[in-house]
């Protein structure tokens, strides 16, 4: 189908300018939606069509639709950010769109295709540029997301699928914004292994997450690490978000991420991460660091600083870790200067404060003339 296709039906009662201001001041995180959302579907007789741009609405749902019972439901996260000439843009969508198409191609799902995924992001947030804040720590977050419609309970693939993008205006990913938090290493779950789902952003990764999680916060730390499902030795990454660690201090330091092992999120963050830090002069590459590697690091002083990253939470330090069997502090506890100043100069790509050398910005509404 063609991306002009997609038909606009706006609310007729939207937000006033008055309320979409009072929600920018103080958005959080995934709590307030915008007016519209944009939906596709696709059946196995049609391929894609009836795109729509609609009022944010409930989706009716029969009780035996198949994504229900058997778990057939992708989703991505990227943001829209406005630019100093008024513009709005979003940060390497492209990656977001090949990895989407990656996710529904393991879960035997249709893929999207690229124009129509970039299209249904230009339509929507031009529709509801309003709640695009004026600030570079708030966003527009969007979420594309993608599940399974035909109804019954055969366990087969479904020949029907719903394409959703809704978007939200989004503040700090963790109430206590950017200060570091504490990890629990878990090692009784697993988050995927090697032949799974893990390089797919699927809906049941996160459902079988959340019991660490709690565990996690049972032991009075902020998050989970997840570690290899076979050793359980090696670290992979930290709840939703991937990982990094700073070896060293100014302009010697050199960062360092799990490489990818078929069961960790190739995060585009993780991978936007390896080219800014090159261009701070800093060293930066993929290896294996086991938890022994970590806590033998910390104590000698060669591992300075570790963070996590995302697209929702951008960069977080890594304060304290905890295990079954240790306890320790990363560097002094606090919030590193390598990773701050990574944190900021990725801030200043996607918010067009610096010039994007990359060509990672895509327009989605122009400047106004």
């Not at 309970?153 to 719903?162: D, I, Q, S, T």
């Not at 010697?252 to 190739?266: F, K, M, N, Y």
């Amino acid at each position: 189908m063609s991306t002009s296709t997609i038909v606009r039906t706006p609310s007729a009662a939207p937000r006033s300018a008055e309320e979409i201001a009072a929600i920018l001041e103080n958005p959080g995180f995934g709590r307030v939606f915008t007016d519209n959302m944009v939906t596709i579907r696709w059946t196995e007789a049609e391929g894609w069509h009836d795109a729509q741009l609609v009022p944010y609405a409930p989706i009716p749902m029969d009780p035996a639709t198949n994504f229900i019972h058997y778990g057939q439901s992708i989703f991505e996260g990227l943001k829209a950010y406005r630019q100093p000439d008024g513009s709005i843009a979003t940060f390497r969508p492209e990656a977001n769109a090949a990895r989407f198409a990656r996710s529904a191609a393991r879960l035997a799902m249709p893929a999207l295709p690229e124009e129509l995924f970039l299209e249904s992001l230009r339509v929507l947030v031009e529709q509801d540029s309003t709640y695009v804040p004026d600030d570079q720590e708030k966003s527009l977050y969007l979420r594309p997301f993608m599940f399974s419609t035909e109804v019954g309970l055969g366990v087969r693939p479904a020949n029907e699928y719903l394409y959703v993008l809704i978007a939200s205006p989004a503040g700090a990913y963790f109430p206590r914004g950017v200060k570091p938090v504490s990890v629990w290493l878990s090692t009784e779950y697993v988050r995927a292994a090697p032949g799974g789902t893990g390089e797919a952003k699927c809906a049941g990764n996160y459902a079988a997450s959340l019991i660490a999680q709690a565990q996690a916060a049972a032991q009075g730390c902020d998050q989970v690490v997840w570690l290899d499902a076979h050793e359980h030795r090696w670290v992979e990454e930290m709840g939703g978000m991937n990982l990094y660690f700073v070896y060293g201090s100014g302009d010697d330091a050199r960062i360092v991420t799990p490489e990818l092992t078929g069961s960790l999120l190739p995060g585009v963050t993780r991978d936007s991460l390896l080219s800014v830090a090159k261009d701070l002069g800093y060293g930066s590459g993929e290896g294996r660091i086991s938890i022994d590697d970590w806590r033998e690091g910390n104590a000698s002083g060669e591992l300075t600083e570790v963070f996590a990253c995302g697209t929702a939470a951008v960069i977080t330090p890594v304060g304290s870790v905890k295990s079954a069997d240790h306890s320790w502090t990363v560097g002094d506890g606090g919030s590193g200067a390598v990773t701050m100043r990574l944190r900021q100069a990725l801030l200043d790509i996607q918010t067009g404060v610096t010039p994007d050398v990359h060509g990672w910005l895509h327009t989605l509404v122009p400047a106004q003339a």
